[in-house]
T-cell receptor
């Protein structure tokens, strides 16, 4: 069965540009998460979707970051006016329900974003 | 604040046993996860503990002591492919979905 997929796998952009990162979760999973991971660190929570709505966006670092999940499946993380400090691996995960204690998150391969 | 501590790096020999420790101080606790992450790849789920004790799954076992805020991952019969980072993550009580992650332990296996 298909796991979580993310595109592109690598994205190189210039400072100030706009980027979109896509996540396709495991079919049927209602919960979707975005994380950011820097080298040698654990994932840093960005945002959590339950269905189509962003249930918790408290991890988004500032208003340049935005994410949508319009049909409750595919999600897009959007970053405006990119800065060099945004360079990281952006991980997406999905889980069946999100609100049960035994729910396990399954991760995609990530998008490595490099801002020059 | 929330804090999860793991050793930065460990080295072990192929065929041996290694124990990776994780200690946590968090505002709540509703389970602890261990994930494996190979360089340049996504974290993959290894184990989940919510009650005290040992959970065994093949060559991997995970232990939890909630009173001590402590967990360990035990890897037996080490193989070269076990060279990876091992991440400990705690689920908080007030939000069943949000995980607080440690920085990971890089495990190097030598022949």
């Amino acid at each position: 069965g298909a796991g979580v997929s993310q595109t592109p796998s690598n994205k190189v952009t210039e400072k100030g540009k706009y980027v979109e990162l896509r996540c396709d979760p495991i079919s049927g999973h209602t919960a979707l998460y975005w994380y950011r991971q820097s080298l040698g660190q654990g994932p840093e929570f960005l945002i959590y979707f339950q269905g189509t709505g962003a249930a918790d966006d408290s991890g988004l670092p500032n208003d340049r970051f935005f994410a949508v999940r319009p049909e409750g499946s595919v999600s897009t993380l959007k970053i405006q006016r990119t800065e060099r400090g945004d360079s990281a691996v952006y991980l997406c995960a999905s889980s069946p329900r999100g609100v049960e204690s035994t729910d396990t998150q399954y991760f995609g391969p990530g998008t490595r974003l490099t801002v020059l | 604040g929330q804090n999860i501590d793991q050793p930065t790096e460990m080295t072990a020999t192929e065929g041996a046993i290694v124990q990776i420790n994780c200690t946590y101080q968090t505002s709540g606790f509703n389970g602890l996860f261990w994930y494996q992450q190979h360089a340049g790849e996504a974290p993959t789920f290894l184990s989940y503990n919510v009650l005290d004790g040992l959970e065994e799954k093949g060559r991997f076992s995970s232990f939890l002591s909630r009173s001590k805020g402590y967990s360990y991952l035990l890897l037996k019969e080490l193989q070269m492919k076990d060279s990876a980072s091992y991440l400990c993550a705690v689920r908080l009580m007030d939000s069943n979905y949000q995980l607080i992650w440690g920085a990971g332990t890089k495990l190097i296996i030598k022949p």
